[in-house]
């Protein structure tokens, strides 16, 4: 597992972590230089509809949401017309999952044959040994639904050399995608995902997230 090893064997290994910062406990070079957040997608009607478009047509701003993101950004009334589908918790949707795979393959050192590792977390039985497993980036897509008895989307993902890490948290309608400033800037840039910057999860205190400077 990599450095991921001894937060994994503490015992305390249930949802998942969050990296380091560059200089964090676990070293210099450990952490990442950038991240933000990827918007799982929301559906009116079957048409993908962006979060801040959705929250704009009740004069609300995401950049105003003091918590975590997950399904309670919708929990106040917005100005939604339609059969609205909320943005999937604790997985993106496969359309999200698809995009975020082709970008991170043009930073990955073998493209979308890049060896990764996943890691899924125990969610009811809290003592069950966490099982790491190893395999290409496409696979990500080929193997999307189909998940062994038990389990459910990976917690953690990353490709071997360690050069990005992925966190999709099993009560949050958003993933978390840490890496160097370039992939980061490409993701917040890409017109076919809402990528966002948002406080970490880390950064929360009693739910609500405590705002950089």
């Given at each position: 597992m990599d450095g991921l090893r001894p937060l994994l064997e503490s015992g305390e290994a249930v949802l998942g972590y969050e990296p380091d910062g560059p200089d964090g406990p676990a070293g210099p070079g450990q952490g990442f230089a950038d991240r933000c957040w990827v918007l799982h997608t929301l559906r009116v009607d079957g048409r993908p509809v962006r979060w801040a478009e959705a929250l704009a047509g009740s004069g609300r701003r995401l950049a105003d949401w003091p918590f975590t993101l997950s399904y309670l950004v919708f929990r106040d009334p917005v100005a939604l017309v339609g059969e609205v589908e909320l943005p999937r918790i604790g997985e993106p949707d496969r359309d999200c999952l698809v995009r975020l795979v082709e970008v991170l393959a043009r930073h990955s050192a073998d493209g979308q044959a890049t060896d990764?590792?996943?890691?899924?977390?125990?969610?009811?039985?809290l003592l069950r040994p966490v099982t790491a497993h190893r395999g290409r980036?496409?696979?990500?897509?080929?193997?999307?639904?189909?998940?062994?008895?038990?389990?459910?989307?990976?917690?953690?993902?990353?490709?071997?050399d360690g050069s990005w890490f992925v966190l999709?948290?099993?009560?949050?309608?958003?993933?978390?995608?840490?890496?160097?400033?370039?992939?980061?800037?490409?993701?917040?840039?890409?017109?076919?995902?809402?990528?966002?910057?948002?406080?970490?999860?880390?950064?929360?205190?009693?739910?609500?997230?405590?705002?950089?400077?």
């Open positions: 990764c590792r996943f890691a899924s977390a125990a969610i009811e039985d980036l496409d696979e990500a897509v080929a193997h999307y639904g189909v998940w062994p008895e038990g389990s459910q989307f990976p917690a953690h993902w990353w490709p071997s999709t948290n099993w009560d949050l309608s958003a993933t978390e995608v840490f890496g160097p400033p370039a992939l980061i800037a490409e993701l917040l840039a890409d017109t076919g995902l809402e990528a966002v910057r948002h406080p970490a999860v880390a950064e929360a205190a009693e739910g609500a997230a405590r705002w950089p400077e």
